[in-house]
């Protein structure tokens, strides 16, 4: 028998992208689909355009709640799937229409835990994909549990996303979604990759990661240190589960911190009193010893690190002299994506 794949889509204002969203999921090749849509009590016609495919396609349910955000969501959704495997989809982004079906035969093929897909970062006129590592025509990899976290902690070949990846249900089944933080899927991806025993990364793009045309400078508030703190619960974890990883998960948090404490100081109107810098530098003062052996193989991060302790400035000044040798040496110039034109 054909295994049922439940697709959860958490919506909250975003009545512009819902349609294309939808209908990529029900003209699946695949058809043995549950289509879970959680109306997170969205203050447009999301809602009525929900209610509107559960009338014309009995595939799809919709759920109404009160707004609590993606997690939320995502947690209420789960609790009305009854597939075999389950697929989360933003509500903003949109499929290939075999995507599914290729994920279905890769675990299925691989007696694989969780399948993920390439994707396309897809804005309003071309499409990028990341083709640093892998071509879309590149075989499946597989990874088993040790691979997979070192590969999951530098976040690279395999993302944190919840999206884009099938999962057997009974995996994610009870790890519940952190609700009230942003990044949520930092604090739990984790989790699922530590019960993981067979993962496999298809490279053909077919998921369209829809790119928005705000600012993340003019969007950033303080609440995007979410980010951080959900690296640092997961370090915890790491100290704990997986000791060989500890300095490529200090590695990122530095990583992180960097780029963080420069957001704040652009939008420091957003962050007056400077808390959120201070805490910033004392978290790097306080375990410099360890960040130091982290990044001692990372020359780039290591004068970073350096000069950031001498005082942040410094740091910046480094990354803006950076960027422009860059510009003025093409050779230099990496080109890690694909672009594709509309």
């Given amino acids: 028998m054909v295994p ?15 349609n294309r969203c939808v209908d990529s999921i029900l003209n699946q090749t695949y058809t043995n689909l549950e289509v879970i849509l959680v109306d997170d009590g969205s203050p447009d016609n999301c809602g009525k355009i929900a209610d509107n495919y559960s009338k014309n396609d009995k595939r799809v349910k919709v759920i109404h709640k009160q707004n609590g955000g993606l997690s939320d969501a995502r947690n209420c959704g789960m609790e009305y799937v009854t597939g075999e495997y389950t697929v989360f989809v933003d509500s903003d982004d949109w499929l290939d229409n075999k995507m599914i079906g290729e994920m279905v035969n890769a675990i299925n ?22 083709n640093r590592h892998f071509q879309k025509d590149s075989p499946p990899v597989i990874l088993y549990r040790k691979t997979l976290m070192y590969e999951l902690v530098r976040n690279d070949t395999v993302k944190n996303f919840a999206w884009g990846k099938l999962y057997k249900t009974s995996l994610i089944r009870g790890i519940p979604f952190e609700v009230g933080v942003l990044f949520e899927d930092v604090f739990w991806a984790y989790k699922v990759m530590h019960q993981v025993n067979k993962y496999v990364i298809l490279n053909q793009p077919m998921c369209y990661y829809c790119q928005r045309s705000d600012s993340i400078v003019s969007t950033y ?20 589960f997986y000791e060989g990883l500890v300095d490529e998960s200090y590695k990122l948090i530095l990583k992180s911190s960097l780029i963080h404490y420069n957001m704040l100081l652009i939008n420091r109107k957003k962050d007056k009193s400077g808390l959120n810098r201070k805490e910033i530098q004392f978290y790097i003062k306080s375990n410099f010893d360890k960040l130091k052996k982290a990044v001692d193989d990372d020359t780039r991060l290591k004068t970073q690190l350096f000069l950031f302790s001498i005082h942040p400035s410094l740091n910046i000044l480094f990354q803006l002299i950076n960027k422009i040798i860059i510009k003025l040496v093409p050779s230099l110039q990496k080109n890690s994506f694909e672009r594709i034109d509309f």
Wanted: net charge positive.
């Fill in 221 to 240: 508030t303080p609440r995007n240190l979410d980010f951080i703190k959900g690296l640092k619960v997961r370090h915890h974890f790491i100290e704990q």
């Fill in 109 to 130: 093929k691989f007696n694989a835990d969780v399948v993920q897909t390439s994707f396309y970062y897809a804005y309003e006129n071309y499409l990028l994909f990341d």
């Fill in 4 to 18: 049922k794949v439940s697709v959860v889509v958490p919506i909250y204002k975003v009545e512009k992208y819902l």
